[in-house]
T-cell receptor
């Protein structure tokens, strides 16, 4: 079946601009996660949704970052007033929703802030 | 804070040899330990996982061992092939109130033909 999909695959923006990154989870997966991966590093947790609600947003670096999942499926990560330090690959993962369920990752969106 | 240490950062082996990657975690509440393979420009792909109620798991050429007392786990790849070349990440779950993973820093494996 279809895996996790993310759009766009690449996004180049200028410092100070607003960006939105989209994630389509695997059908039927109730849990959705956003991670950020800097060059040469492992993914770092940003936020986790169970259904429509953000169950854990402790990884969001500051209030410029926000994510929504209004219907419990597609999620959008929103970054305001982008900074060069926001440049990274943003990964989305989904799982069936229990604590012991494996997370399956999408291909990521590479964000470059000039 | 909680973290996962991974060694080595790079590993080169001859085709057909074995490769071993080791990880140590700090959160004693962790119960699930997946391993991911990431190729250039792609997202992490699960290759094997292990839960805290078992000590070893094998899937063809790949095996993972877990020592909960010492809080470390290892990935073993036997009969390596050039297509095994990639970056490998270990991870540990945080089962207390959140389902996020803590990842290691990755190991770049090169299999030399």
């Amino acid at each position: 079946g279809a895996g996790v999909s993310q759009t766009p695959s690449n996004k180049v923006t200028e410092k100070g601009k607003y960006v939105e990154l989209r994630c389509d989870p695997i059908s039927g997966h109730t849990a959705l996660y956003w991670y950020r991966q800097s060059l040469g590093q492992g993914p770092e947790f940003l936020i986790y949704f169970q259904g429509t609600g953000a169950a854990d947003d402790s990884g969001l670096p500051n209030d410029r970052f926000f994510a929504v999942r209004p219907e419990g499926s597609v999620s959008t990560l929103k970054i305001q007033r982008t900074e060069r330090g926001d440049s990274a690959v943003y990964l989305c993962a989904s799982s069936l929703g229990l604590a012991t369920d494996t997370q399956y990752f999408g291909p990521g969106t590479r964000l470059t802030v000039l | 804070g909680e973290n996962v240490e991974q060694h080595p950062s790079t590993l080169s082996v001859q085709e057909g040899d074995s490769a071993v990657i080791k990880c140590t975690y700090s959160d004693s509440a962790s119960n699930y330990f997946p391993w991911y393979k990431q190729e250039l420009g792609k997202g992490p792909q699960l290759i094997i996982d292990i839960r805290s109620n078992v000590g070893e798991k094998k899937d063809q050429r790949i095996a993972v061992t877990l020592n909960k007392t010492a809080k470390h786990f290892s990935l073993h790849i036997t009969e390596t092939q050039p297509e095994d070349s990639a970056v490998y990440f270990c991870a540990a779950d945080r089962s207390e109130g959140t389902y996020k993973y803590i990842f290691g820093t990755g190991t770049r494996l090169k299999v030399l033909a």
